[in-house]
């Protein structure tokens, strides 16, 4: 199993830029597919964006495609989600997921590990 932990969340103004990172720990992170999801308040936790484990392969939701760019260093243990031209809407938790020989996509579900978030707040 791996431990996942994010940082590089804040505030940021609409239109405006941030970059998420995930580190594992565990483990072989470069056997693991890896992603981010997110959680707004009183709303499901959705499916942003995934990399296999190689790095060959990525998937990203309708609402974010060619404004997040997803990317890892597998010598590093770690991952990233760029962010560009954010909206307000997109305030929310972002979780850091790997999933063991898995694809870009996910569901939420047995044998995804998750970290403990770290929070996105675009303001207008």
């Known amino acids: 199993q791996v431990q996942l932990v994010e940082s590089g969340g804040g505030l940021v103004h609409a239109g405006g830029s941030l970059r998420l990172s995930c580190v594992a720990s565990g483990d072989t992170f470069s056997s693991y597919a890896m992603g981010w999801f997110r959680q707004a308040p009183g709303k499901e936790r959705e499916w942003v964006a995934g990399?296999?484990?190689?790095?060959?392969?990525?998937g990203y939701a309708d609402s974010v495609k060619e404004r997040f760019t997803i990317s890892r260093n597998n010598a590093k243990d770690s991952g990233y989600l760029q962010m560009n031209r954010l909206k307000p809407e997109e305030t929310a938790v972002y979780y850091c997921?790997?999933?063991?020989?898995?694809?870009?996509?996910?569901?939420?579900?047995?044998?995804?590990?998750w970290g403990r978030g770290t929070q996105l707040t675009v303001s207008t």
């Open positions: 990399i296999t484990s190689s790095g060959a392969g990525t």
């Open positions: 997921w790997s999933k063991k020989y898995s694809g870009a996509r996910v569901l939420i579900g047995a044998y995804v590990y």
